[in-house]
């Protein structure tokens, strides 16, 4: 399994985490962080930290992030040991999640970072924003040492490649390192093998298709589940693709993979964002209200990203995720997130002479629907005897299937 390099601290030195936790700054650089740090300012003792959007996975035995009570020692609930807190579930008995934004310590959890959640500004700077944070973070190093794609591929001699699906998100990340190879996962006929040919060609991009067929579905569920803990339809149907695609490109010699993700949850890519008013799907009612409530499920969403690419063998890279676009699609006005039917406008914008036309006004489909995942689950569970008219008659076959592992 792929997995963070350092033994403590994942996607941050410990310089730019202690500084960070001084001043409060849920945005010191990078794609997030997670992990150990020995020294945190102004606390005894060592500490587990978790960026304010959850980008790193981070776990805990459950109830070592309670304070002691009673006849207990506080080292009995210390989370800090190695053999209490983890980057990868499976090793941990009973584990639970480090929650986003928090530091945990021997005296309990504490929220130490958060999202900011001001006014928006205007829209030529918000655009403007945009614009220059995709280009530092697509392929500069900002003054703190957050470099581009090509950069980090560079510096580490690793081999990169794209999980790409021919939308703007995935077509912005493959148009920075076009000489990487793009992977698409999807059964016959989908739509998303369909628009990433499309794209691929438009781009000039090597693309590698790869079929799923029913016996790389029920393998890839049980994979996914073991290394996510997730066991439910959408997150199967979500994180399946992604784990095929991953795992072609880990046998091809790849050790990164870069991704899309975080985009749509940023930049306003859902129909509950573009008219929160009429879906019952959200509480708010403004489109920046509603970017707000999907903004808020990426750390749960990543944590199962993160863990199925690496349980297939890659490190993911999240350049959509850098902290310097994370700031500048926070402060946008709702005119810029979604208007006039369209959704991502700033994204899309900025994508201009980026990605052919096609590319960026493309619009994609939910992976698990543009993959027929979604469709070849339920033909599965319908087929070992789970039919329609049983309530959650995939997630009983899910059930069933993984039951018998």
């Known amino acids: 399994m792929a997995g963070p390099s350092s033994a403590d601290l994942c996607g941050a030195p410990p310089d730019r985490v202690r500084d960070a936790l001084r001043d409060g700054d849920p945005f010191p650089g990078g794609r997030g962080f997670a992990g150990l740090l020995r020294d945190p300012p102004d606390r005894e003792g060592p500490a587990l930290v978790r960026d304010a959007l959850g980008r790193q996975p981070l776990f805990v035995e459950r109830g070592a992030a309670e304070p002691a009570s009673g006849g207990e020692s506080a ?4 989370p800090t040991p190695s053999s209490a807190w983890s980057f990868d579930r499976t090793d ?8 986003a934004g928090a530091l945990v310590s021997d005296a309990g959890t504490e929220r130490v970072w958060s999202l900011p959640d001001g006014e928006p500004v205007d829209p030529a700077s918000g655009q403007a924003a945009v614009d220059e944070a995709l280009d530092a973070a697509l392929g500069g190093r900002d003054d703190r040492g957050a470099g581009g794609i090509e950069t980090e591929a560079e510096s ?5 490649a794209v999980a790409f699906s021919g939308g703007v998100d995935s077509g912005v990340v493959a148009a920075a390192v076009p000489d990487a190879p793009c992977y698409v996962a999807g059964f016959e006929g989908c739509h998303d093998v369909a628009a990433a040919r499309e794209a691929a060609a438009a781009m000039d991009l090597n693309l590698r298709v790869v079929e799923i067929t029913h016996d790389d579905l029920v393998r890839a569920v049980r994979d996914v589940a073991a290394a996510t803990g997730r066991r439910n339809p959408m997150d199967a149907a979500i994180a399946v693709p992604l784990y095929l695609a991953a795992e072609a490109a880990a046998a091809d010699g790849i050790d ?8 749509d949850e940023l930049f306003g890519g859902y129909s509950k964002v573009a008219d929160p008013a009429g879906d019952d799907r959200v509480a708010a009612e403004t489109v920046r209200g509603a970017r707000t409530e999907t903004v808020r499920t990426l750390p749960g969403q990543l944590e199962r990203d993160v863990l199925a690419l690496r349980a297939a063998g890659v490190e993911p890279v999240a350049p ?15 005119e810029l997130l979604a208007s006039d039917g369209e959704r991502k406008v700033a994204l899309r914008r900025a994508a201009a002479g980026r990605v052919s036309e096609s590319v960026r006004t493309a619009d994609k489909k939910a992976v698990q629907y543009g993959t027929y995942v979604s469709r070849e689950l339920d033909r599965l569970a319908r087929r070992a005897g789970f039919k329609r008219r049983m309530d959650d008659h995939v997630g009983q076959y899910l059930d069933a299937l993984l039951a018998g592992e």
């Open 75 to 78: 080292a009995t609930r210390d």
């Open 92 to 99: 941990l008995d009973d584990p639970e999640p480090v929650p």
């Open 156 to 160: 580490d001699g690793s081999d990169l």
């Open 256 to 263: 990164r993979l870069a991704v899309g993700q975080g985009a």
């Open 320 to 334: 959509l995720l850098d902290d310097r676009i994370v700031a500048a699609a926070l402060a946008l006005p709702g």
